[in-house]
């Protein structure tokens, strides 16, 4: 008899070609499986709530598995230490209900993302040092105007499937200040593909005074325009916490 596990991962996505396994690359998926197939001695699958990008972070990634009845808690998270590569922790493992799914029973995600206006070789694969001054008025602006309901077909690469929507609930989006790391927080119900960096990129060029306000507002309207949002860097993008 197997028991679904709901389990939570930290890890540094500097070396990897981001969560989703696929030939050819290091993938934290994969790495994740082959750990839990050596202690089980049987192939392995884990059910992510999401993918994140080649470099990005993680402090609670969300993913399910199916396991036979055979450790405790303690015993796999234990046997993880020895087992996953030191970029890579399992934080929490609980046996939970049969029908939970890692990213259908989601309902809310939290990512932050940091920016340096500074070179930092401490923080250099963990923060993008963007070498500008930025006015954190204007950030702390454009992050509410992103709260709420909107479409965000223009900070976003959409999905192949057309079908989908390209429309988010934004709850929480802030910037904060700490120890000169200025750090952008923001909760949805769901996420695109790159949106999170193309938000932080565009609200950094509006901030700097390399762009006018007037484009942002533009790519926030919803409209789709032949021009998306800038990119910031994958390396300041940290997945936070996902909510059941």
């Known amino acids: 008899m197997a028991d679904r596990w709901k389990l939570v991962f930290e890890y540094d996505g500097t070396d990897f070609s981001g969560w989703q396994r696929q030939p050819n690359a290091r993938t934290v998926e994969q790495e994740i499986e082959k750990a839990f197939s050596t202690l089980y001695q049987n192939d392995i699958d884990i059910i992510g709530q999401g993918r994140t990008d080649a470099g990005v972070h993680a402090r609670g990634q969300v993913a399910h598995v199916d396991l036979p009845s055979k450790f405790t808690s303690n015993k796999i998270i234990h046997a993880m230490r020895g087992l996953l590569p030191k970029d890579i922790a399992l934080l929490e493992a609980e046996v939970t209900q049969h029908d939970f799914h890692a990213r259908f029973s989601a ?58 929507t390209t429309e988010s609930t934004i709850n929480v989006s802030c910037w904060k200040m700490n120890n000169d790391v200025l750090t952008y927080t923001i909760s949805a119900n769901r996420f695109l593909r790159h949106m999170v960096r193309r938000l932080v990129g565009s609200m950094v060029q509006v901030a700097s005074g390399r762009k006018p306000m007037a484009l942002f507002e533009e790519l926030l309207d919803g409209n789709q325009l032949t021009r998306k949002g800038h990119s910031a860097p994958a390396r300041g993008l940290y997945l936070d916490s996902v909510s059941y």
């Open 107 to 164: 309902t809310e995600r939290s990512y932050s993302y940091s920016v340096l206006n500074r070179p930092s070789p401490l923080m250099r694969k963990r923060a993008w040092s963007c070498g500008y001054s930025l006015d954190q008025d204007q950030l702390e602006g454009m992050a509410e105007m992103v709260k709420h309901t909107r479409d965000f077909i223009n900070f976003c690469i959409p999905d192949e499937d057309q079908l989908l």
